[in-house]
T-cell receptor
Framework: RKEVEQDPGPFNVPEGATVAFNCTYS??????FFWYRQDCRKEPKLLMS???SGNEDGRFTAQLNRASQYISLLIRDSKLSDSATYLC??????????FGPGTRLSVLP | DAGVTQSPTHLIKTRGQQVTLRCSPK?????VSWYQQALGQGPQFIFQ???????QRGNFPDRFSGHQFPNYSSELNVNALLLGDSALYLC?????????????FGAGTRLSVL
């Protein structure tokens, strides 16, 4: 089983739609969690950290369920500019960050 | 304030050759990590440098080696290149080696091995 798994995608949604991405991790000692966004042929950029209490940043909401070892990202009112690959990232200790394979999102006009 | 910079941006090599990739971390960051990202996959951790030493290493063969200089910049060396080494190589920096800090990525070096 891979350390971090994500919905395989791709997700093709119309503008204005709500879309949710799921991520599971296998290492119960994982310490911190992030969602990164990666545009085509660009570097990953931090979208948001994920906290146990859940957190929201504008149209983006992240949730963490430690018991189920599950992370989610919800995007409301999708924009064309949200089209990208979304990477689930888990820190398993020190500076050891494990990336999921990513889920590609295409928001269609 | 310059972010993480990497050079070169693109590189073409042939099998068996050796390559050196370079990275300058974000100002104030002293920890550098290297990742390999194959097409359609997430980045895979190669190793991390702090205080000029390799602190952590992922599941990569000894053909992959690195170095960190006193100014915190870093190099990734790959010997005896294989076709499968073709990938985007990403450098990430963070402020210290303690757990949980956010990493900032450079734009990467795209390596093609022919």
């Amino acid at each position: 089983r891979k350390e971090v798994e994500q919905d395989p995608g791709p997700f093709n949604v119309p503008e204005g739609a709500t879309v949710a991405f799921n991520c599971t991790y296998s290492n119960s000692a994982s310490q911190s969690f992030f969602w990164y966004r990666q545009d085509c042929r660009k570097e990953p950029k931090l979208l948001m950290s994920v906290y146990s209490s859940g957190n929201e940043d504008g149209r983006f909401t992240a949730q963490l369920n430690r018991a189920s070892q599950y992370i989610s990202l919800l995007i409301r009112d999708s924009k064309l500019s949200d089209s990208a690959t979304y990477l689930c990232v888990v820190n398993i200790g020190g500076q050891n960050f494990v990336f999921g394979p990513g889920t590609r999102l295409s928001v269609l006009p | 304030d310059a972010g993480v910079t990497q050079s070169p941006t693109h590189l073409i090599k042939t099998r068996g050759q050796q390559v050196t990739l370079r990275c300058s971390p974000k100002s104030g960051h002293d920890t550098v990590s290297w990742y390999q990202q194959a097409l359609g996959q997430g980045p895979q951790f190669i190793f991390q440098y702090y205080e000029e030493e390799e602190r952590q290493r992922g599941n990569f063969p000894d053909r992959f080696s690195g170095h960190q200089f006193p100014n915190y910049s870093s190099e990734l060396n790959v010997n005896a290149l294989l076709l499968g080494d073709s990938a985007l190589y990403l450098c990430a920096s963070s402020p210290d080696p303690a757990g949980g800090n956010i990493q900032y990525f450079g734009a990467g070096t795209r390596l093609s091995v022919l």
